[in-house]
Structures are given as C-alpha cells and as structure tokens.
C-alpha cells in the first residue's frame, strides 16, 4: 500500500528537523519540505466535501470531472474558524486551519520560527510584514514598531507553499479568506512560552496616518509599502473552534 501523502510529510519533518533548530532550518530542508507541501491536496489530510459541509452547513468543493478542476463554494453566513491539529512534538507541528469566507486571522508572529503554509483550497489574501529593525536597535521609543511591507496578495489554491523566515519573508501577518479556504500550517519550531516564542498580536497603522511627533524616522518613504504595527491583547472577535482530526494517521 503506497504511503500515505500527510506520512511522507511526517518523515519529511522528522529526518530534516532532528533538533530545535536555530535560527533556522537549512536552505536544503525547507526546499525538501516544500515540494512535499506543494503536492498535497485537501483530500490527503481528511478534508472532504462532506466533512466540510458537517462543519459548516455547506459543501466548499464543486467538481469539474472534465479538466479535474475545482470551484469554491463561498459561506453565505458566519461562521467559526476551524483548526484540526494533526501533529506536534518539540521540533515542529502540522495543523489545519479552516476559514469560511470573509474570517481573518489576525497579524501575529512567529518568532524564532520557519512557517510553511499550504493553502490547500479556495482563494486567501494574505499580507505580511517584517521588521525595520530588530528589537534592541529600534529608534522609535513608543508602542508603535516600525515595520515594512513583504507580501500583499490574494493566493488562489493550487499554488505553491509560502514560507516565513524568523527574521524575513514577512514573519507577522494575517490571513484574510476571500472564498471558503483551508490551510496547512508546519512550524518550525511550534510555538513555546517557556522558549521564547510566543504568539503575539498586532494592529496596523498606515505609516503616513500618524503625526510628525517623533514617531517619523528619517529616510523612509511614506509610500514605500511600511507602517506602524502595535502590540495588543488577542481580538476578542477572533474565535478558533478546535475539531477533531479526521485525516490519515500519523505513525510517528
């Protein structure tokens, strides 16, 4: 019986991440990582039509059997954000997050973490940023970090794997879902209070909306993409439903 493809990925984590690395994997293993990711499609993780639909109250996959194509289905209503946790040790995590139309996660960060995700279907705008500068030279003094603009874009499944480097790539960023979508999330590391790397979210600032009162940092341009990201408490208004993993197990 041929491996399962969410195994294959299994092991590809587990012979290229054999330590908590730091600051982070080598360019070999995040390539060996990424055309595992970029092959899989929803069903190898468990998402079916009728899984969704038991879910959410509405299928997200339409089939073209002629081109083996698919088209998404939008939620007409609200609802919860999804995450089906498939895996996790000290060394890395392999997660699903479900999105119905119009959900955001907000910006947050991965610090001291490589972040592969896979959007396995549907359409997802995702925006990110990196840091100006790194957290003891900053010059600005007040809530407010400056940070630049990486990724802008609007990803429509198949496509290939993003990945968030700790230090570039744009390693804050929110996930808007512009159709029903699903992502599959590796860390590398996963998140650790007790290591240093905790979740953190943030609110943005357009660059150019604040007044000059010492916030303005010589030589940088108001239009060239940056703006002013704030630490704040997790929205009250972001709410993530855990569910149970249906996929092919992991033999570990």
Known sequence: MPTAAVQKLYEACNENFSSVVAPEPSSRSIQTLRSVLDSIKPVDVGLTEELFENIYGYGFLEPNLQKGEHSMIAAQWEAPITYFHVYECDRFSIGIFCLPASAVIPFHDHPRMTVFSKLLFGSMNIKAYDWVYPMDTEPN????????????????????????????????????????????????????????????????????????????????????????????????DFIVEGAEYKGPLIEA
């Open 141 to 236: 003094t007040s809530q407010l970090r400056l940070a630049k603009l990486k990724i802008d874009n609007i990803f429509t499944a198949p496509c290939n794997t993003s990945i968030l480097h700790p230090t570039s790539g744009g390693n804050i960023h929110q996930f808007r879902a512009v159709t029903s979508c699903a992502v599959l999330d590796v860390l590398v590391p996963p998140y650790c209070d007790t290591a240093g790397r905790s979740c953190t979210y943030y609110c943005e600032y357009p660059y150019s909306s604040l007044p000059d009162d010492g916030n303005m940092i010589t030589g940088v341009d108001s239009d060239g993409g940056f703006a002013w990201l704030e630490e704040i408490e997790k929205p009250d």
